[in-house]
């Protein structure tokens, strides 16, 4: 860069000096000086950013970090009052809706008090393009330095208006930011991701990576990545209108019956489930009801024997004939007794007829007694299982078994692709998936020209890196002998080895495909500010329930208006879900919302409604028999008056 001339006209390093000079003493400024520094950066023009870079590709480490604290310092100055008062207009805000509240309507209650003037627009304009510019130099240190956290408090403020908004597109919320931004003065957050924590970054990707409307995906409950595979986006990402098959639903969708409700409840519960598939071991359960006497069918030691039945055979004689090695089957006896056992094989009886041998011996008495039900699922491939080195999930065994020419192998193939197309598709309709995945995978996941090294491995599995290292120290002969047992050809070298064996753990064939599911509906542009903690945190689960939680910390509460006026019924509703147990709250999460991972802080709206009427004394009677009911599409809580009905029933003294 030595040669590279300064951008601007010359007298643009003299009106910037100041700038210059302060930054090597960013804390020490006074209020007076940082508002003489903005007046230095409005005069100075548009070129003041690109010279500010200039002057910061020569310095040390150390002046460039003076020159961004300096410039967040300036920014603050700016945004922190704004800010401030922001939060006061949206805390008169009236309540919303289940429905959430709309961003127009957020925009229009804060907008003044967000309005910056003409040297405020131009100051922060110049502070944010440099800031961001410096951000991205070489060795520019970890991204937390750059967050400007009032800029990031600013867009917070109606996270509540992007997440689950069912009627508006993520392109039209975009566009009317933009619009927001053009007016008040705001910096074009967009533009400058790297300036932003996780959180809000994940508020931005979801309408940047989203050019056009929603499209609608149908599975069974018990569906999978395979199953969706073909249904999902293959260009860029999109908003998801999930619905799941139901043969009794009233809804026609892509001409299957489905059931009722849309939105964001069922976006998450669709997350939910793809991500249990990716960790499925079992395939779908096939089961049948009907009644096998003793004789054709004998429970005998570690036996299951079947005889042959003429013809028509019934659906459960069939379903267990069928079964196979390492299946899992479940049976109900006229007893009440059921048993779960895994098939180790199946051999044909003569006559006909099978014995099927399972993983454990019969009980005894079980000979004698008639099946009523069978329940038989197929053993399946799951992508991800738990790692024991670091306490989340990892690619499962089968990862390099993807390029067989077998079925299996197609099929790992495009659920892995289908799985990083889900991590994408997270990004862009706010949700996460059910597990959490370690700090590495999205490291390779987001810089795919990196090779794993053998260091990779610390803190990954502390055994194995220490296993690799004392192959540097073997004997050839040792060497050889590891490679005859392994069947590697002889002039492998231990680099080599080592290599092979650390890719095969850390960038499987199944890193390829995922990796080809991503970067097919991101566009690399649009995540080059987002670092691998931020993607995890955006996606992964990182709030755990715990007994001390309140709903309070989680959603945000909004009784109606019948419901905020029995102030004893709102107590009491309190005062119960702040004591129950952690698995009793995760309880009433899947209730509520369809899952039991609660949402970021904040993020979420719980309306608790009390749609049930009453008149008479008997009506109140059976209103103490009703049971609370929810609508997970848009976390909604019906309670019925316990209250009033309390008084009306006749039962209870007004003092009791």
Known sequence: VSDEPPPGPPELAAKLQPVFRASGRPGKCSSKELDTLLSCL???????????????????????????????????????????AAQAALKSAPGEGAEGVDFGKLASLCEDALRLDDLERRASASACRALHGVSRLPLAGPPSDYVVQDLDAILLLFQRAFIGQRAQSASKQLVQLCEFEADTGLPPVQEHLALLGGQAK??????????????????????????????????????????FEDVTGTKTVQGRRVEGGEGHGLRKEFFTSMSLDAQRRWGRLTSSEGILEPGPVMCV???????????????????????????????????????????????????????????????????????????????????FEFHRGTGQQWFSSHANSLYSTTL??????????????????????????SFPLPLLFFQFLLQPERAA?????????????????????MKAA??????????????????????????????????????????????????????????????????????????????RVVFEDDVSECQPLVEAFHAVLDALSKDEKKKFLMFVTGIEVPPEPGTEQLTVQMPFSAFTKDEHVEMLGKLPQAHTCTNTLELPNYYESLQESGRYAAQE
């Open 202 to 243: 994940g508020l931005i990707l979801g309408m940047l990576l989203v050019p056009q409307d929603a499209l609608e995906v149908v599975l069974a409950r018990d569906g999978g990545l395979w199953d969706v595979a073909n249904q999902l986006p293959t260009a860029h990402a999109s908003i998801l209108l999930p619905y």
């Open 42 to 84: 409005a005069d100075a023009g548009e070129e003041a950013p690109d010279r500010l870079l200039y002057w910061a590709r020569r310095q040390t480490l150390k002046a460039r970090g003076g020159l961004a604290s300096l410039l967040q310092r300036l920014l603050s100055k700016v945004l922190r009052p704004k800010l401030a």
């Open 453 to 473: 090294q053998l260091d990779d491995l610390k803190g990954f599995d502390n055994a194995l890196h220490a296993s690799l290292r004392k192959c540097f120290k």
């Open 301 to 383: 030691g570690s036996r299951l024997k079947l005889q042959p039945l003429e013809a028509p055979s019934s659906e459960l004689h069939q379903l267990l004939m069928a079964a196979s090695n390492g299946d899992r089957i479940k049976l109900l006896f006229s007893s009440g007794h059921s048993i779960e056992r895994t098939v180790t094989g199946n051999m044909p009886m003569p006559g006909g007829g099978s014995s099927i041998v399972v993983d454990a011996p019969f009980e005894e008495n079980l000979s004698e007694l008639t099946i009523r039900r069978a329940e038989v699922q197929k053993p399946a491939q799951p992508l």
């Open 478 to 555: 040792q060497f050889m002998q590891i490679k005859e047992l392994e069947g590697l050809a002889p002039t492998m070298s231990v680099e080599e080895y080592v290599a092979e064996q650390v890719k095969a753990i850390l960038t499987p064939q199944a890193l390829d495909e995922v990796r080809a599911g991503f970067w097919s509906l991101v566009p690399a542009t649009v995540v080059e500010d987002v670092t691998p903690s931020e993607l995890r945190q955006i996606v992964c689960p990182t709030i755990v329930v715990r007994e001390d939680m309140g709903l309070r910390q989680i959603f």
């Open 408 to 433: 299996r192998g197609e099929s790992l193939a495009v659920r892995y692709r289908a799985f990083g197309k889900l991590i994408a598709l997270a990004l862009a309709n706010h949700c996460k998936l």
